[in-house]
């Protein structure tokens, strides 16, 4: 799959993933009266758990061979949460200073976050692996004659 191809299928599966990231949010923040930091984290983690499962199985399944599955998810859990630092400032932002209703503010941050958990995710958790080195058929000298291959 090419890159552009999987950048694709990567907002296809990150895409998804806004939905109960949006949903979690709003039961947490809107329903239930949480504060929309806390909801936010949680709404992530809910977020990362599903995106993960799309993502290893659909966009890098081929990629998959170089690290057991509770290592790519504990990196791409990692990478989320590290995002989710970066993300929550911005979030505080919208909300505090421009007066955004919590939802749509989250869901704008994500958004912002979204080419650089691909970069991330596509170069160092699902990383191809070094091609095989090519070596050249050894040479067999014979009476003298220089021959490739035996």
Same mark, same amino acid.
């Given at each position: 799959?090419?890159?552009? *191809?999987r950048l694709a299928a990567f907002g296809a599966a990150g895409a998804s993933g806004v939905l109960p990231n949006l949903a979690v949010m709003w039961l947490l923040s809107d329903r239930l009266g949480v504060h929309y930091? @806390?909801?936010?984290?949680?709404?992530?983690?809910? @977020?990362? *758990?599903?995106?993960?499962?799309?993502?290893?199985?659909l966009v890098f399944r081929r990629r998959r061979a170089a690290r057991p599955w509770w290592s790519r998810l504990a990196r791409f859990a990692?990478?989320?949460?590290?995002?989710?630092?970066?993300?929550?400032?911005?979030?505080?932002?919208?909300?505090?200073?421009?007066? *955004?209703?919590?939802?749509?503010?989250?869901l704008t941050t994500l958004a912002a976050a979204f080419v650089l958990r691909f970069a991330v995710?596509?170069?160092f958790i699902y990383r191809e692996p070094a091609p095989e080195p090519v070596h050249a058929p050894p040479r067999v000298v014979l009476d003298g004659y220089s021959r490739m291959g035996a």
């Open positions: 799959m090419t890159r552009l *191809l930091l @806390a909801s936010a984290v949680a709404a992530t983690e809910v @977020a990362v *758990l599903w995106n993960f499962v799309l993502v290893d199985t990692v990478l989320n949460n590290l995002d989710l630092a970066v993300r929550l400032p911005l979030l505080a932002l919208l909300v505090g200073t421009l007066h *955004l209703r919590s939802v749509p503010a989250n995710t596509d170069r």
